[in-house]
């Protein structure tokens, strides 16, 4: 919930707790019904592994371009 209301998890800027909170939660994308009643965790989830040049992990690569870039 607090990733849904602000840009990062910590602070103002990308920290390791953003890193890790996408890393772990990358998975749940693979299930249709997390992608689809939380699709603003998996834009940021896409947002992180952009920033990071990775590409999109399984069931990430079909959700699309994130609706913002983190800056």
Sequence with gaps: ???H???YLVGDRLTAADLT???LLSPLALIPSYRQNYP???????QIHQRCGEPA????????QPQEQLS
């Design 57 to 64: 992990p399984p069931g990430l690569a079909e959700v699309g």
């Design 40 to 46: 603003w965790l998996f834009d940021r989830i896409a």
């Design 21 to 23: 909170a996408a890393a």
């Design 1 to 3: 919930r607090h990733w």
């Design 5 to 7: 209301q602000q840009e």
